[in-house]
C-alpha cells in the first residue's frame, strides 16, 4: 500500500519506519527531523530495533497522493492538515486518524466522509532527537469499520503484515473517548506536576485527583450517548498509568519544550461538551486553566 504519514513526529515516524517493512511509506513532517532521516535513516529503538531508509519531505510538494493519508499531527492542527490535503489526496485517498483528544474524526469526515477511518493507538514513542525515536511498546491500534468494512480491514491487513497488532471496532468513537478520557486522567497532571506517569499512584492525593477527572468524563461521556468499550475507566486509567509508569507523558514533553499543548482536544473538550449537557466539570477545568496557564496552551 502506498502510504503518506502527515505529521510525522514521534508517533508518525515510528509508525512508517514499521509500516515501510511492507508497504511504500513516505513521511511529512518538520524540516529538522525529515532533514536527518533523509541523511541518516530513520532509526527506531527500544521494543523494537530498526535502521530504515525512508522518503522524507517537509511539504506535500512533488509527492504523488496516497492510497492512505495517515494524519498524526497534534490535534489542534488537524484543520490547517486538512487545508493543505484537500486539493492533493485524490478522491480514491483513504485518510486515517490516529491522533490523540477529540473532534479530529468529524474534521477528516467533512472532507472526505466514509473514506475517513477513526482510530486510535496506545504505541508509546518518543522522538529523543531529530532521526531517532525511541519505542516503548508497539501497544494495540484499533480502526474503526463504522462506516467501510472493507476499507477499514485493508488498513488493518497492511499494518498486521509488519508486525502491529491491529483490530478493528465497528464503535470506534467509543474507543476515541476512551482514549482522551485516560489522556485527561494523566496527561495534564504529569504536566502540571512535571512526572512520569506511574508517580499519579504514588500519592493519595493525585490518585484521587485521577478518580475526579475520571468521573467527570464518564458522565460527559454518557450524556453524550457514548458507549465505552471498559467497564470501568477509573481501573483503565490506573491500569495505564501502571503499565507506563516510567512514561513521560506527550504533553509533559510539550510542557518542558515550550510547545504549545492538546490540553483543549482534551481537558478542554470534556469542559465543552460537559457545558453543552450542563455536566459540571470543575476538575477537567482546572487541569485545563493550569495547563494553559503555564504557557502555549
Given at each position: 500500500?502506498?502510504?503518506?504519514?502527515?505529521?510525522?513526529?514521534?508517533?508518525?515516524?515510528?509508525?512508517?519506519?514499521?509500516?515501510?517493512?511492507?508497504?511504500?511509506?513516505?513521511?511529512?513532517?518538520?524540516?529538522?527531523?525529515?532533514?536527518?532521516?533523509?541523511?541518516?535513516?530513520?532509526?527506531?529503538?527500544?521494543?523494537?530495533?530498526?535502521?530504515?531508509?525512508?522518503?522524507?519531505?517537509?511539504?506535500?510538494?512533488?509527492?504523488?497522493?496516497?492510497?492512505?493519508?495517515?494524519?498524526?499531527?497534534?490535534?489542534?492542527?488537524?484543520?490547517?492538515?486538512?487545508?493543505?490535503?484537500?486539493?492533493?489526496?485524490?478522491?480514491?485517498?483513504?485518510?486515517?486518524?490516529?491522533?490523540?483528544?477529540?473532534?479530529?474524526?468529524?474534521?477528516?469526515?467533512?472532507?472526505?466522509?466514509?473514506?475517513?477511518?477513526?482510530?486510535?493507538?496506545?504505541?508509546?514513542?518518543?522522538?529523543?532527537?531529530?532521526?531517532?525515536?525511541?519505542?516503548?511498546?508497539?501497544?494495540?491500534?484499533?480502526?474503526?469499520?463504522?462506516?467501510?468494512?472493507a476499507g477499514a480491514r485493508s488498513i488493518v491487513r497492511a499494518f498486521s503484515d509488519c508486525g502491529l497488532p491491529t483490530v478493528t471496532n465497528k464503535d470506534v468513537e467509543g474507543e476515541i473517548w476512551a482514549k482522551a478520557i485516560v489522556s485527561a486522567c494523566i496527561n495534564p497532571m504529569t504536566g502540571?506536576?512535571?512526572?512520569?506517569?506511574?508517580?499519579?499512584?504514588?500519592?493519595?492525593?493525585?490518585?484521587?485527583?485521577?478518580?475526579?477527572?475520571?468521573?467527570?468524563?464518564?458522565?460527559?461521556?454518557?450524556?453524550?450517548?457514548?458507549?465505552?468499550?471498559?467497564?470501568?475507566?477509573?481501573?483503565?486509567?490506573?491500569?495505564?498509568?501502571?503499565?507506563?509508569?516510567?512514561?513521560?507523558?506527550?504533553?509533559?514533553?510539550?510542557?518542558?519544550?515550550?510547545?504549545?499543548?492538546?490540553?483543549?482536544?482534551?481537558s478542554g473538550a470534556f469542559v465543552r461538551y460537559g457545558q453543552a449537557k450542563k455536566i459540571r466539570t470543575p476538575f477537567n477545568l482546572t487541569m485545563l486553566t493550569m495547563v494553559e496557564?503555564?504557557?502555549?496552551?
Amino acid at each position: 500500500m502506498r502510504i503518506v504519514i502527515f505529521g510525522a513526529g514521534s508517533l508518525g515516524s515510528a509508525l512508517g519506519a514499521l509500516l515501510s517493512r511492507g508497504n511504500e511509506v513516505v513521511l511529512v513532517g518538520r524540516k529538522e527531523n525529515m532533514s536527518a532521516v533523509r541523511s541518516r535513516g530513520l532509526r527506531v529503538f527500544g521494543d523494537v530495533d530498526i535502521k530504515v531508509k525512508i522518503d522524507a519531505h517537509e511539504s506535500i510538494r512533488r509527492i504523488d497522493p496516497p492510497e492512505l493519508l495517515i494524519v498524526t499531527t497534534k490535534a489542534y492542527d488537524t484543520v490547517s492538515a486538512v487545508r493543505a490535503c484537500t486539493k492533493w489526496a485524490s478522491g480514491d485517498s483513504r485518510v486515517l486518524t490516529l491522533q490523540n483528544g477529540l473532534g479530529n474524526l468529524e474534521i477528516l469526515r467533512k472532507w472526505k466522509g466514509e473514506r475517513a477511518f477513526g482510530g486510535t493507538t496506545t504505541m508509546g514513542a518518543n522522538l529523543v532527537e531529530p532521526g531517532r525515536v525511541r519505542l516503548s511498546g508497539l501497544g494495540r491500534t484499533v480502526i474503526g469499520s463504522d462506516l467501510d468494512a472493507a476499507g477499514a480491514r485493508s488498513i488493518v491487513r497492511a499494518f498486521s503484515d509488519c508486525g502491529l497488532p491491529t483490530v478493528t471496532n465497528k464503535d470506534v468513537e467509543g474507543e476515541i473517548w476512551a482514549k482522551a478520557i485516560v489522556s485527561a486522567c494523566i496527561n495534564p497532571m504529569t504536566g502540571i506536576l512535571r512526572v512520569p506517569n506511574g508517580r499519579l499512584l504514588d500519592s493519595v492525593v493525585t490518585a484521587r485527583m485521577l478518580n475526579e477527572i475520571c468521573d467527570e468524563c464518564e458522565a460527559v461521556s454518557e450524556a453524550m450517548r457514548i458507549r465505552l468499550p471498559y467497564r470501568s475507566m477509573v481501573r483503565r486509567v490506573r491500569a495505564v498509568a501502571r503499565d507506563t509508569r516510567g512514561n513521560r507523558s506527550s504533553m509533559l514533553q510539550d510542557i518542558e519544550r515550550g510547545k504549545r499543548t492538546e490540553i483543549a482536544q482534551i481537558s478542554g473538550a470534556f469542559v465543552r461538551y460537559g457545558q453543552a449537557k450542563k455536566i459540571r466539570t470543575p476538575f477537567n477545568l482546572t487541569m485545563l486553566t493550569m495547563v494553559e496557564a503555564l504557557g502555549k496552551g
